[in-house]
């Protein structure tokens, strides 16, 4: 089990659970210092973490305990709903409503669409029907082809921004992040739309499992190795990592 260690408003690790249980016997961690793994609903003192290290007595050539260095808990990672999603995403549908409309009229699709309903008119089957919307897709395949490209590089290169969230997004308070709370990527934001697709072919299943997932995670989240999570990126708490930058043999914090 992973655990991160809070301390001076800091978030360092994540380390293994023996690792810090060795520097709690070595006084290299106090019993107020803060500890969260995943799925703790709060960060907890150490002390209540690992009862049974304090419970133990002290041995006479350890080094003395550290003083109390964190002044306040951080708060859990809050993972965003699925029905803000779906806010969100109507949104940002109707956002790119607009451009996509201006698109209509040097593409003619506003003026195929007028001559589909007047076809319709003189339809009597159903198949006859489905024959002409075969028919109108095929030929506004540009049309059709070009949002979906401006729609991708839209969601890609928001939720890749310092924003890390789409208009949409931005609007109900919700950003995208990798599983550590980072920004992503504008590499991984594309491939975590494209997995929205398969998301969308599977019956809309891989959307409906934010509803049901531990992490409120869509199959194209995990794909994509990404959350989505309540509050804007402006608000979030800055996060360090020691694990890149500090010895994990040794916690100095």
């Known amino acids: 089990m992973e655990v991160w260690i809070g301390r001076q408003g800091e978030r360092h690790g994540p380390y293994q659970e023996e690792q810090i249980r060795e520097w709690l016997r070595s006084g290299q961690l106090s019993r107020d210092d803060l500890g969260w793994y995943d799925g703790l609903a709060d960060w907890q003192p150490l002390s209540v973490l690992y009862p049974d290290e304090f419970a133990k007595p002290a041995s006479p050539y350890a080094p003395p305990e550290l003083p109390p260095q964190v002044s306040a808990p951080s708060t859990m990672v809050s993972y965003a709903g699925f029905w803000k999603r779906v806010i969100a995403y109507l949104i940002d549908c109707l956002v790119l409503y607009f451009p996509f409309s201006l698109l209509e009229i ?32 095929v030929e506004q395949w540009p049309y059709t082809l070009t949002t979906l490209v401006l729609g991708w590089l839209y969601f ?19 950003r995208v992040t990798d599983l550590h709370g980072s920004r992503i990527s504008f590499g991984r934001a594309l491939g975590r739309y494209g997995a929205k697709l398969i998301s969308a ?26 959350l989505v999570v309540n509050g804007r990126a402006s608000e979030a708490a800055p996060r360090t990592s020691t694990s890149a930058s500090h010895d994990k043999t040794s916690f100095d914090a």
Do not use: N
């Open 156 to 174: 890609a290169a928001c939720e890749s921004s310092s924003w890390q969230a789409t208009l949409g997004k931005l609007a109900v308070r919700i």
């Open 201 to 226: 072919f599977l019956f809309c299943f891989g959307f409906l499992m934010v509803a049901f997932t531990r992490r409120k995670q869509g199959l194209h989240d995990f794909m994509a190795d990404t």
């Open 106 to 137: 040097p593409f003619g699709t506003r003026a195929a669409e007028d001559a589909l309903s007047e076809k319709f008119k003189t339809l009597s089957t159903f198949h006859e029907m489905m024959i002409e919307y075969r028919h109108f897709y």
